[in-house]
């Protein structure tokens, strides 16, 4: 059964204290991985696909990166605007799976 | 400014009755789905929907219905709530199955 996991479930960082979130997968034929962004009371915001091994994309202070297992989302020095939830997924069958989310928190 | 509007943004609703959200987008995406997010469970699909006149059944499709009677709209509709129905839901499009997402700003149902 395909499955996405994230880690950790939360994040609390100060105020640029860099760190990663991981999304690590488990699909037959993996055809692209995106992350989303999560702000409360709106629907997750596009952020990024990734679709082979080694590939990176970056975003202002977010880089995303893809292995063959897993995912990263790199948060370089971060801003209190950055605090989310930040969701991957993948394409399985006719859907997008979804992991459960990090929550980051970023304090001034 | 392109996108995915949803209604009602909050509704309380009792149990047993219809309630229909409602879901357009003006993109011309030929897919569209219906997900719920609850607390611990993350996003689940309930129906989606390749093209206008098809639908398919996601993972929590009972007690749900959809019709896609044009590419633009996507209603989706409860025959009769429960409280385990409360939850937000949130209407999504895609130009195609490997291509992001779009999510409009969500519903969030409370059925008492």
């Given at each position: 059964e395909d499955q996405v996991t994230q880690s950790p479930e939360a994040l609390r960082l100060q105020e640029g204290e860099s760190s990663s979130l991981n999304c690590s997968?488990?699909?037959?034929?993996?055809?692209g991985l995106f992350w989303y962004r999560q702000d409360p009371g709106k629907g997750p915001e596009f952020l990024f696909t990734l679709y082979s091994a080694g590939e990176e994309k970056e975003k202002e202070r977010l880089k995303a990166t893809l292995t063959k297992k897993e995912s990263f989302l790199h948060i370089t020095?971060?801003?209190?605007?950055?605090?989310?939830?930040?969701?991957?997924a993948v394409p399985a069958g006719n859907k997008l799976t979804f992991g459960g989310g990090t929550r980051v928190l970023v304090k001034p | 400014?392109?996108?995915i509007t949803q209604a009602p943004t909050s509704q309380i609703l009792a149990a047993g009755r219809r309630m229909t959200l409602r879901c357009t987008q003006d993109m011309r995406h030929n897919a569209m789905y219906w997900y719920r997010q609850d607390l611990g469970l993350g996003l689940r699909l309930i129906h989606y929907s390749n093209t206008?006149?098809?639908t398919g059944k996601g993972e929590v499709p009972?007690?749900?219905?959809?019709?896609?009677?044009?590419?633009?709209?996507f209603p989706l509709t409860l025959a009769s709530a429960v409280p385990s129905q409360?939850?937000?839901y949130f209407c999504a499009s895609s130009s195609g199955q490997n291509y992001g997402y779009t999510f409009g700003?969500?519903?969030?149902?409370t059925v008492v």
């Open positions: 997968y488990t699909v037959s034929g993996l055809r020095a971060p801003k209190p605007e950055d605090s989310a939830t930040y969701l991957c | 400014i392109a996108g206008a006149g098809t009972d007690g749900y219905s959809v019709s896609r009677a044009n590419t633009d709209d409360t939850s937000v700003s969500g519903t969030r149902l």
